[in-house]
T-cell receptor, first 116, second 112 residues
Framework: DARVTQTPRHKVTEMGQEVTMRCQPI?????VFWYRQTMMQGLELLAY????????DSGMPKDRFSAEMPDATLATLKIQPSEPRDSAVYFC??????????????FGPGTRLTVT | QQQVKQSPQSLIVQKGGISIINCAYE??????FPWYQQFPGKGPALLIA?????SEKKEGRFTISFNKSAKQFSLHIMDSQPGDSATYFC???????????FGTGTRLTVIP
């Protein structure tokens, strides 16, 4: 049963601390997305990668957020320093983008981040 | 600026009834329109999707109706069941891109 996994599932941290969220995309998928979900803003795209290369990170506050894919099985999202307004659920999604018409995105269970 | 506008924000339907959720967009460069279903504590899951060259797509009790000229699309859930109670998101993708623009979500409650 292939699925996207995310760790940790929950994170509570104090303002100013570094937060690292990890995602393991579905094996063989070549596109990875990071989203943030809040009640006020809904689902917002932060960044996405294809074949490990960043294609778009325009939704991410550059001064404190960074996203990387060290290898094909791991994507990371870091916040340094964290702020209370970063409190949200962060989702990773993966997909297989080929030359055909396939844009399905498979979401992980999310990391619920609370910054106090 | 919200690229995809979704309504209503919440919806209560009796079991067996029809649930209808609507979305509208302005950008004619959108070429893929999926609907996602999200249960509490879970990530969104793809429910059904449509391309603009067809006006309707049906999968089981779920139907997307698409009106290209009006730039609107809707999700119809026939014979709604309590298990359908979830938040539903419409989304759209631009030609040549991979990322989705999501609507603000509709919380559906189906009462027995």
């Amino acid at each position: 049963d292939a699925r996207v996994t995310q760790t940790p599932r929950h994170k509570v941290t104090e303002m100013g601390q570094e937060v690292t969220m990890r995602c393991q995309p579905i094996l063989g998928h070549n596109t990875v997305f990071w989203y943030r979900q809040t009640m006020m803003q809904g689902l917002e795209l932060l960044a996405y990668f294809r074949n490990r290369a960043p294609l778009d990170d325009s939704g991410m506050p550059k001064d404190r957020f960074s996203a990387e894919m060290p290898d094909a099985t791991l994507a990371t999202l870091k916040i340094q320093p964290s702020e209370p307004r970063d409190s949200a659920v962060y989702f990773c999604a993966s997909g297989l983008r080929t030359s055909g018409f396939s844009y399905e995105q498979y979401f992980g269970p999310g990391t619920r981040l609370t910054v106090t | 600026q919200q690229q995809v506008k979704q309504s209503p924000q919440s919806l209560i339907v009796q079991k067996g009834g029809i649930s209808i959720i609507n979305c509208a967009y302005e950008n004619t460069a959108f070429d893929y329109f999926p609907w996602y279903q999200q249960f509490p504590g879970k990530g969104p899951a793809l429910l059904i999707a449509i391309r603009p060259d067809v006006s309707e797509k049906k999968e089981g009790r779920f139907t997307i109706s698409f009106n290209k000229s009006a730039k609107q699309f809707s999700l119809h859930i026939m014979d709604s069941q309590p298990g359908d109670s979830a938040t539903y998101f419409c989304a759209a993708k631009k030609t040549g891109a991979n990322n989705l623009f999501f609507g603000t979500g509709t919380r559906l409650t189906v009462i027995p």
